[in-house]
């Protein structure tokens, strides 16, 4: 082979090299101005979806219209973070993911279980909380003991769309289960007696028993449906994500989810 040649080949070579470098530099900045981060720190506008009836974690003051809990304490500090102004955008269980697809919501942010179905449609951050199932029923009730649950007879509410709903239609052979759909609530079918039980979770039993004297909860023998809470973004934004991740990481690291934890009852369910 010639020197000419030769020089030919690598000089080719160096030209192909450096065209795909500049490819992958272009696709990584095309990413970057894509990326829902780039969006928020440039509109200065943070988005949020909540669910605003999740007592504990995202729920509305009847008194003064703001939304309370721990995911209503830490949407604001991760909008600080992001310099940006919080904007709530009102979800349910049953919509939160129709609503990040459709661009409604840059987040979700409240209790989100993070399951395998779930997992097909939207992306997960982190785990900050990590709970399982749990009864809520009247002091004079029938059911006093999980087991009571499953007769013929006994109606369990559960939320539409939340993961208790499949769970609970798979695990019960007796009892019926009730889907509630917002703006109802399994609270207020209880309180009518319409239901003799409702199937929650740890925020929603404490807060409940707290606040209303004829409310008992009830655990399984065993932790049942054993599920992490994490926030939701929608599909294909790596960047976004991680910057999540990042700041899930951070607020464990710095004390800040500890902190809104103890203030809404919620520390003995941290995720580690």
């Known amino acids: 082979m010639s020197v000419a040649r030769g020089v030919s080949r690598v000089l080719g070579a160096l030209a192909l090299a450096g065209t795909m470098g500049a490819m992958s530099i272009t696709g990584a900045e095309a990413q970057q101005t894509q990326s829902r981060l780039y969006e928020v720190t440039k509109s200065k506008k943070l988005r949020v979806c909540q669910f605003p009836l999740y007592y504990s974690i995202s729920f509305r003051n009847s008194k ?93 509410a559960v939320s539409l769309g939340s993961y208790m709903e499949p769970f609970m239609k798979g695990y019960v052979k007796n009892a019926e289960v009730v889907s509630v759909a917002p703006p109802n609530t399994r609270e207020a079918e209880l309180v009518a007696q319409r239901v003799d039980v409702i199937i929650t979770d740890f925020p929603t039993a404490i807060k409940v028993t707290d606040e209303f004297d004829w409310a008992t909860y009830i655990l399984p023998n065993e932790k049942l449906a054993i599920t992490p809470y994490a926030y939701v973004v929608p599909q294909g934004d790596q960047i976004w994500l991680n910057y999540v991740n990042l700041f899930v990481d951070t607020i ?21």
């Open 64 to 156: 003064t219209g703001e939304i309370e809990g721990i995911d209503a304490d830490l949407a604001k500090e991760f909008a600080k973070e992001l310099d940006a102004k919080l904007e709530i955008v009102e979800s349910s269980f049953g919509s939160f993911i129709a609503d990040l697809q459709a661009g409604k919501c840059e987040i979700g942010m409240f209790g989100v279980g993070a399951t395998m179905k779930r997992g097909q449609a939207v992306e997960f951050s982190k785990p900050y909380l990590l709970t399982n199932l749990y009864a809520v029923t009247r002091k004079d009730s029938k059911i006093k003991e999980w087991k009571d649950i499953d007769q013929k007879g006994v109606k369990a």
């Open 252 to 272: 464990k690291l710095d004390g800040r989810l500890l902190k809104y934890a103890k203030k809404h009852k919620l520390d003995p369910i941290v995720a580690p």
